[in-house]
């Protein structure tokens, strides 16, 4: 970790924050009802994860530094985020709040505790969801039941008597017990079942089932790998110390780690870090899912991020 760095580090945290003070003054302190705090007593820090945006890298350095040895399997380095539900701040936890400087306290969380989260573009955490969603079939049969099931059936069901829905959606639930059971290599592809052309979501029906589910604010909007970074992390409200962006993090997170106090751990940082990768969606890859959309829908989900745009200083994907 270099001084240069963490001194450009340092003065772009410090430029951001002191910008995401100013919009939540601003914008009258908005409230989005998100608790998705963990504190970690080990490291006395309060991570904030954002999927997509690096959280791999951080729920595993923190899965090893609070539950050595308690969570190892052998040949096992992925580890669900479930593994630090014991962490989580729950609203429950609430108590009076003593102190000026932090909107929401929880009995759990020590006095002064920094609390920090990663961000990143909004379009490339939407093309890195998806590009998991349709090379990992096991992913897509896991978020069946929480979008990929119904972004499917809403798209491809239309001219479909019930009859013919109905047998097309045994024969996919077929294919998902397949799937459970990893035996793929010997299975055949039914013919004539829209639900398998292809057997997993297009990234324009995704693109559809977030817009309609953002205009009806339900629950299933707020699904935190496509729901605004602003809106899940609540920035105003959890009065966030530190924010870093995944483009920046080579420059950006020796500087957290050292206000966090976590500096001694950087090779385990590191061997996190470098296992889940940087990005893995590339401006090219990102700029070819979006040409798929029609204009009016690109311009709907840029609308959707205008608050990541806003606060934590992205600009909107436009394209020629």
Same mark, same amino acid.
């Given at each position: 970790?270099? %001084?240069?760095?963490?001194?450009?580090?340092?003065?772009?945290?410090?430029?951001?924050?002191?910008?995401?003070?100013?919009?939540?003054?601003?914008?009258?302190?908005?409230?989005y009802?998100?608790?998705?705090?963990?504190?970690?007593?080990?490291?006395?820090?309060?991570?904030?994860?954002?999927?997509?945006?690096?959280?791999?890298?951080?729920?595993q350095f923190?899965? !090893?530094?609070?539950?050595?040895?308690?969570?190892?399997?052998?040949?096992? !380095?992925?580890?669900?985020?479930?593994?630090?539900?014991?962490f989580?701040?729950? %609203?429950?936890?609430?108590?009076?709040?003593?102190?000026?400087?932090?909107?929401?306290?929880?009995? $759990?969380?020590?006095?002064?505790?920094?609390?920090?989260?990663?961000?990143?573009?909004?379009?490339?955490?939407?093309?890195?969801?998806?590009?998991?969603t349709?090379?990992?079939?096991?992913?897509?049969?896991?978020?069946?039941?929480?979008?990929?099931?119904?972004?499917?059936?809403?798209?491809?069901?239309?001219?479909? %008597?019930?009859?013919?829905?109905e047998a097309?959606?045994?024969?996919?639930?077929?294919?998902?017990?397949?799937?459970?059971?990893?035996?793929?290599?010997?299975?055949?592809?039914?013919?004539?079942?829209?639900?398998?052309?292809?057997?997993?979501?297009?990234?324009?029906?995704?693109?559809? @089932?977030?817009?309609?589910?953002?205009?009806?604010?339900?629950? $299933?909007?707020?699904?935190?790998?496509?729901?605004?970074?602003?809106?899940?992390?609540?920035?105003?409200?959890n009065?966030?110390?530190?924010?870093?962006?995944?483009?920046?993090?080579?420059?950006?997170?020796?500087?957290?780690?050292?206000?966090?106090?976590?500096?001694?751990?950087?090779e385990?940082?590191?061997?996190k870090?470098n296992?889940?990768?940087?990005?893995?969606?590339?401006?090219?890859?990102v700029?070819?899912?979006?040409?798929?959309?029609?204009?009016?829908?690109?311009?709907?989900?840029?609308?959707?991020?205008?608050?990541?745009?806003?606060?934590?200083? @992205?600009?909107?994907?436009?394209?020629?």
């Amino acid at each position: 970790v270099s %001084t240069q760095s963490t001194g450009v580090g340092r003065r772009d945290v410090e430029e951001r924050m002191e910008h995401i003070r100013r919009l939540c003054v601003q914008f009258r302190q908005p409230n989005y009802g998100m608790f998705n705090l963990y504190y970690m007593p080990t490291a006395r820090v309060t991570w904030i994860p954002v999927f997509k945006a690096g959280s791999t890298t951080w729920k595993q350095f923190f899965i !090893d530094l609070e539950l050595p040895g308690d969570h190892a399997k052998p040949g096992q !380095d992925y580890y669900h985020l479930t593994f630090l539900d014991p962490f989580k701040l729950e %609203t429950t936890q609430f108590r009076p709040n003593n102190r000026k400087h932090k909107k929401r306290v929880f009995e $759990k969380e020590p006095e002064g505790s920094p609390r920090f989260t990663i961000v990143r573009h909004p379009m490339f955490r939407l093309v890195s969801h998806y590009s998991r969603t349709m090379n990992y079939p096991m992913e897509m049969v896991h978020q069946w039941a929480d979008w990929t099931g119904e972004a499917i059936t809403h798209s491809r069901s239309k001219g479909l %008597t019930e009859a013919q829905k109905e047998a097309f959606l045994d024969e996919m639930l077929v294919y998902h017990e397949v799937v459970k059971q990893h035996k793929l290599g010997s299975y055949v592809m039914p013919e004539g079942n829209p639900y398998f052309n292809p057997p997993y979501p297009t990234f324009q029906e995704m693109v559809i @089932y977030i817009i309609r589910h953002h205009k009806s604010k339900d629950r $299933k909007y707020f699904n935190g790998h496509w729901v605004p970074a602003a809106i899940w992390s609540d920035p105003c409200q959890n009065e966030i110390d530190y924010v870093i962006k995944l483009e920046s993090e080579s420059v950006e997170a020796p500087y957290l780690l050292q206000q966090l106090g976590l500096t001694n751990h950087t090779e385990l940082y590191l061997s996190k870090a470098n296992k889940s990768g940087a990005s893995s969606a590339s401006a090219d890859n990102v700029r070819q899912y979006l040409r798929k959309l029609t204009a009016e829908q690109l311009a709907e989900l840029n609308a959707i991020y205008t608050i990541d745009y806003q606060l934590f200083g @992205y600009e909107p994907v436009e394209l020629d």
